[in-house]
Nanobody
Framework: VQLVESGGGLVQPGGSLRLFCAAS????????MRWYRQAPGKEREFVAAISQSGGDTAYIESVQGRFTISRDNAKNTAYLQMNSLKPADTAVYYC?????????WGQGTQVPVSS
């Protein structure tokens, strides 16, 4: 199982980024996907989740209306579209897949939001 995040980088407040999570080693379309983030000095927190088909999504309140999680099962890829970014969104962003009794994580992608 491998998850590889990409798309991070320095962005100004109010800007947008699209994160990618490329998955391999399992049947991607059979599992929900989740995004988490960890800000400097803080615990990792849940950001967004999407069901296997993409029909159901959930978000932490602080990103509701600004972030959109999606997936392309044909490309084995999950996405996190982030708009209206704030300095408080600065973090390392991780994708996660819950497989049976084990969670698998990517290595993370950094998103600094600063002017």
């Amino acid at each position: 199982v491998q998850l590889v995040e990409s798309g991070g980088g320095l962005v100004q407040p109010g800007g947008s980024l699209r994160l990618f999570c490329a998955a391999s080693g399992f049947t991607f379309s059979s599992y929900p996907m989740r995004w988490y983030r960890q800000a400097p000095g803080k615990e990792r927190e849940f950001v967004a989740a999407i069901s296997q088909s993409g029909g159901d999504t959930a978000y932490i309140e602080s990103v509701q209306g600004r972030f959109t999680i999606s997936r392309d099962n044909a490309k084995n890829t999950a996405y996190l579209q982030m708009n209206s970014l704030k300095p408080a969104d600065t973090a390392v962003y991780y994708c996660k897949v819950p497989l049976s009794r084990t969670d698998y994580w990517g290595q993370g992608t950094q998103v600094p939001v600063s002017s």
